[in-house]
């Protein structure tokens, strides 16, 4: 899916969830990395679990989407323009631009 979905079910399946998954692709991007750890548990109660089987993920979008707009030339005095949740996230789960991409 291209989206996360919900662990539990709805009564006729899955609803949207917050979980997912990124790839990043391309010549100055520094592969072969994973940046996040699978759940521990995926039942309900969870570290993750908020109710209806979502998890909130560890690490936000906001952490892949973070450096590619700074390698894209957003300057980093317009973060929280662009990023207005960033706020709420602890800073040492987004990644920086070195990590992502190479020179």
């Known amino acids: 899916s291209d989206f996360g979905r919900t662990l539990t079910s709805n009564g006729k399946g899955t609803d949207h969830g917050w979980a997912g998954n990124h790839f990043v692709v391309g010549g100055k991007v520094k592969g072969g990395e994973i ?26 979008w906001e952490s892949v989407m973070l450096p590619i707009a700074e390698w894209m030339g957003v300057d980093a005095m317009d973060r929280s323009t662009v990023f207005p949740n960033l706020h709420h996230f602890n800073s040492s789960l987004l990644l920086a631009t070195s990590s992502l991409f190479s020179t």
């Open 35 to 60: 940046y996040n750890e699978f759940p521990s548990s995926l039942l309900e109660g969870n570290l993750y679990d908020v109710g209806r089987g979502r998890m909130i993920p560890r690490y936000p």
